[in-house]
C-alpha cells in the first residue's frame, strides 16, 4: 500500500488543483486505493472540522483561496480607472482578494455595482491586487437608486419616490427601515424579486434628511442623479497641500492688465481677458486680444487622487443654492481662481485680429498673471455704457474701452461666419437665506455676456487648431448636424405658423437664422426658438472631429473653463505636450483612453443638466405652491398622447394639462405633427398657440405641475362629461355582454 500524503501535501494539491478536487481525484492523484481511502476521507474530515476545507459538490475547496470561477461584484477602480471588483462569497480568514478586472471583447461595459460571472486568475507579487478577473458574462446590474419619502406605519413604512412620473411606491419592511424616521427623506434600492404580486419591496441604504429644509431641494437632485457632494480625505489633503507658486521659467505677465468679468455671485474665475490696439502698420484698425485661463493642470496632475475625482465628477453643477464643485474649494475657489491683485499661474493666449474680426494668427504661452479688476457683467457694461465705478475706473481705457472696440470687429466675423442665434431667455431664481424662492425672473443679457463668449468661443478654435496642427490626441467639443427627421418635424411646426424652413441638400446655419429673424418679437418666436432648439442634436465630447454645427466651426475644443470641466484640463495637458512646458502634460495612457474620457464627460455633463433642470422645477413648483387656483397666461410647449404642456410666460416654469381636462370630447394624438385634434369640433391644439389656464396643483417635492385649461387661443375651452360620438362609450356595456356569454357557456 502507497504510504498516505500529509495533510499539507492534500492542501497544496487542492490549491494547485480547485477544479478537479473531489475525494476521487486525490485518491487517484497519490494512488490511494482500498481500505486507505477510508483513512483518506477521514483526513478530510479532519481539515474540514480544522476550517482548512469546504466541500461544495463533491469538491473540497480551500476556503482561502478564490475559485477558478466566481460571481464578482466591482467595487472599485485603480489610478489608471481601471475596474477592481471582489468576490461575493468570501468564507476565508483573510481580507477578501481584490481582481483587477480584464475585459474582454464580447462582454459588456460594467459600472460600479454591477455582478459579473468571471475566470480568476492567481496573480504573483506584493500588489494588494491578488488576482485578475476576465468576465464571462454580467449577471446583474447595479440595483437602480430610489430616492423618496419615508411613511412610516405598523408593518414598516413606504418610500414615495420624488421623481415626476414616478407614482410606483416601495414597500419597506421593519428590518429595512435603517432608522428612518417619518417624513424623511431617503435613500433606498429595491429589494426582493421584481415578478411578486403588489409593490416592490426596498431597504433603505441612507438617510439623506428633512425634504422641507432649507436648500434640501437641490440635495434632492444630487442624491437622485448619483452626483458626487462629499470629497475623500485623501483629495481634501492634497488639495489643502497645494501652495502658491513662483515665476520660474514662466512669462510674465502681470504687467498687463487683464481683468475677470463673471456672474455677480461667482467664486470661481476660470479666464481673464484684455485688449489693445494693434500698431503693426500691416495691420491697420486690428487688435491684439488676451485670453488667460488658469492653469489647473499644474496642481492636478494625471493619476492623483484629485485627478481621478475630477474625472468622476466630470464638471462642477451649479444650483440656485449651492455649487457642487469638480475641485476642493482650496482649488476651484482659491489658488486656481484668478481672483483680484494676486497672482495666478495661468495659460495665456495671445491673438492678433484684423479690422474685420478675423483671425490672424495666434500663440499660446505658459505665464503668471495678475487679475486688475474682478468684475461683474452689471459693472463691465456699466463702465462700456459710460457709467464707471470705483472698481472700473482704473481699468476703463486701459482694458474696457479696448475690449469694446475689439468686441465690434469680432461681431462683424460673427456676422460673416452666421452661428446659431437662438434667443431663450435664462431663469434666475432668488433665495432667501431660509432658502425659499423670493423672486423668479430672466437674466438680462449684456454685451459684457456675448463679448465674453465670442472672446472664448475664439480662444478655444485656437487651442483646437493648434493641437490639430501638432497631430497631438485632444477632446474635441463635437455637435453634428440634426438628424433629417428632426429638420422635417421642425419645417411642419414652423409652417403651422406661417413661416418656412428651405429645404437642400446641406443645412447651413443661416438659413436657420433667416428663420429665427422671421419669428423675432411676433407671437410664436419663443416657440420657433424651442423647436429649432429640440430640433438640433446633443453636443458632445470626443477625440474625433465633426465640427460643431450650432457654432458654424470646422474644430472646437473647450480649454477655457478647466476649474469646471474636465475636458477642458485635457486639452490644457495636450497643450502642454506640445509646448513641452513640463512634465504636466498628457499621459500616453490618458491619451489611449480619450474615446472612454470622452464618454465619461459627455454623460456627467447630462446627468448635471438634468439635476439642474430638476432643482429649478423644484423650486418653481415651490413658489408656485402658494398660487394654486390662480389664472395664469402661458403658451403650448408640447403635446403628447396622455396631454399638453404650457410653459408660464411670468416664471417660465412648465406644466401639464392632463388629456382627460381638456375640453368635453376625446382629442386624437398625431405624432408627426405634435398636434392634438378634438373629435367633435375638430380643434387643433398644437405648439405655439397661447393658452389660459389655472393653476391645480403644485408638488414641490417632486417639480411637478398640473394646469386645468380655461381658454386656447382667446376662445373659451368648456369641460365637462365626455362621450363619443351619439351614443356615448359602448366599451363597458360590450365587456358586460362578453362576461354574461361566458357565464352562459360554462358547465354546471
Request: charged fraction near 30%; hydrophobic fraction near 40%; charge should be neutral.
Amino acid at each position: 500500500m502507497k504510504t498516505l500524503p500529509t495533510k499539507d501535501q492534500i492542501l497544496e494539491f487542492i490549491r494547485e488543483n480547485p477544479s478537479s478536487a473531489s475525494k476521487r481525484d486525490i485518491a487517484k492523484a497519490f494512488g490511494i486505493k482500498g481500505a486507505a481511502r477510508i483513512e483518506l476521507k477521514s483526513m478530510l474530515r479532519e481539515l474540514g472540522e480544522d476550517g482548512h476545507l469546504e466541500k461544495k459538490r463533491r469538491l473540497y475547496l480551500d476556503p482561502e483561496v478564490l475559485p477558478p470561477v466566481a460571481v464578482l461584484v466591482v467595487d472599485g477602480e485603480t489610478v489608471d480607472g481601471e475596474l477592481l471588483a471582489s468576490p461575493v462569497v468570501w468564507e476565508g480568514y483573510g481580507p477578501k482578494p481584490r481582481l483587477l478586472i480584464l475585459p474582454e471583447a464580447k462582454t459588456p461595459a460594467l459600472a460600479q455595482g454591477d455582478r459579473v460571472l468571471a475566470r480568476t486568475e492567481v496573480v504573483d507579487g506584493p500588489s494588494p491586487i491578488t488576482h485578475h478577473g476576465r468576465p464571462i458574462r454580467r449577471i446583474a446590474q447595479a440595483a437602480a437608486r430610489i430616492v423618496g419619502v419615508f411613511r412610516q406605519s405598523d408593518s414598516g413604512g413606504r418610500i414615495v419616490p420624488v421623481g415626476k412620473g414616478k407614482a410606483e411606491e416601495y414597500l419597506v419592511a421593519p428590518g429595512d427601515r435603517n432608522g428612518a424616521r417619518d417624513g424623511e427623506l431617503v435613500e433606498a434600492e429595491p429589494a426582493g424579486p421584481k415578478g411578486r404580486l403588489g409593490l416592490r419591496r426596498a431597504r433603505i441604504v441612507a438617510r439623506i434628511g428633512d425634504p422641507t429644509a432649507p436648500k434640501a431641494v437641490s440635495l434632492i437632485a444630487i442624491h437622485e442623479h448619483d452626483i458626487p457632494d462629499t470629497f475623500p480625505d485623501d483629495v481634501i489633503e492634497a488639495a489643502a497641500q497645494a501652495e502658491p507658486i513662483e515665476l520660474g521659467n514662466r512669462t510674465d505677465l502681470r504687467a498687463l492688465p487683464l481683468i475677470t468679468i463673471d456672474p455677480a455671485d461667482a467664486r470661481d474665475r476660470d479666464d481673464a481677458v484684455t485688449a489693445q490696439p494693434d500698431d503693426n502698420p500691416a495691420n491697420p484698425g486690428g487688435h491684439i486680444l488676451w485670453v488667460a485661463i488658469a492653469d489647473v493642470a499644474y496642481y492636478v496632475r494625471p493619476g492623483t487622487p484629485l485627478d481621478r475625482e475630477a474625472l468622476k465628477r466630470g464638471n462642477s453643477c451649479y444650483f440656485p443654492d449651492r455649487v457642487v464643485p469638480m475641485l476642493p474649494d482650496a482649488l476651484s475657489g482659491d489658488l486656481c481662481s484668478l481672483h483680484g491683485e494676486v497672482d495666478r499661474p495661468c495659460i495665456a493666449l495671445r491673438i492678433v485680429i484684423d479690422e474685420n474680426g478675423q483671425k490672424l494668427g495666434h500663440e499660446f504661452t505658459r505665464a503668471l498673471m495678475r487679475s486688475h479688476a474682478a468684475l461683474s457683467y452689471e459693472q463691465a457694461q456699466a463702465a462700456a455704457d459710460g457709467y464707471a465705478d470705483e472698481a472700473t475706473a482704473p481699468v476703463l481705457d486701459s482694458a474696457i474701452k479696448p475690449l469694446w472696440a475689439a468686441y465690434k470687429a469680432l461681431l462683424k466675423e460673427r456676422a460673416r461666419r452666421q452661428p446659431l442665434h437662438l434667443d431663450l431667455p435664462e431663469r434666475k431664481i432668488v433665495l432667501n437665506e431660509a432658502g425659499k424662492v423670493t423672486s423668479v425672473a430672466f437674466r438680462d443679457r449684456f454685451d459684457a455676456h456675448k463679448l465674453i463668449e465670442e472672446f472664448m468661443v475664439l480662444a478655444n478654435v485656437c487651442a483646437a487648431e493648434t493641437l490639430e496642427t501638432a497631430r497631438q490626441p485632444l477632446l474635441y467639443r463635437v455637435h453634428e448636424e440634426p438628424a433629417p427627421d428632426k429638420l422635417e418635424g421642425l419645417r411642419e411646426v414652423v409652417e403651422s405658423v406661417g413661416l418656412s424652413l428651405a429645404k437642400g441638400q446641406v443645412l447651413q446655419t443661416r438659413q436657420i437664422n433667416r428663420l429665427l429673424d422671421a419669428a423675432a418679437g411676433g407671437e410664436f418666436s419663443e416657440m420657433v426658438n424651442m423647436s429649432v432648439l429640440r430640433s438640433m442634436t446633443q453636443a458632445y465630447y470626443a477625440p474625433q472631429n465633426f465640427g460643431h454645427f450650432g457654432l458654424n466651426l470646422k474644430r472646437y475644443a473647450h480649454f477655457t473653463s478647466p476649474i469646471r470641466r474636465y475636458s477642458d484640463l485635457i486639452v490644457h495637458r495636450a497643450l502642454i505636450s506640445v509646448h513641452k512646458w513640463g512634465k504636466d502634460g498628457l499621459s500616453l495612457d490618458q491619451a489611449e483612453r480619450l474615446v472612454e474620457i470622452g464618454e465619461q464627460v459627455s454623460n456627467t455633463e447630462r446627468r448635471a443638466m438634468m439635476a439642474e433642470r430638476d432643482t429649478t422645477d423644484r423650486y418653481l413648483a415651490a413658489f408656485l405652491s402658494e398660487r394654486v387656483g390662480s389664472d395664469m397666461d402661458g403658451m403650448v410647449s408640447g403635446v403628447a398622447r396622455f396631454g399638453m404642456f404650457v410653459k408660464l410666460d411670468e416664471t417660465g416654469a412648465d406644466g401639464l394639462v392632463p388629456i382627460s381636462a381638456i375640453g368635453n370630447e376625446y382629442f386624437h394624438y398625431d405624432g408627426d405633427q405634435q398636434t392634438l385634434k378634438g373629435e367633435k369640433t375638430g380643434i387643433v391644439i398644437a405648439p405655439g398657440m397661447r393658452a389660459r389656464v389655472r393653476l391645480a396643483e403644485a408638488v414641490p417635492i417632486t417639480g411637478g405641475l398640473m394646469f386645468e385649461l380655461l381658454e386656447l387661443q382667446g376662445k373659451a375651452i368648456v369641460s365637462g362629461p365626455r362621450g363619443r360620438g351619439k351614443g356615448g362609450p359602448k366599451r363597458k356595456l360590450v365587456r358586460a355582454k362578453v362576461k354574461r356569454d361566458k357565464l352562459k357557456r360554462k358547465p354546471r
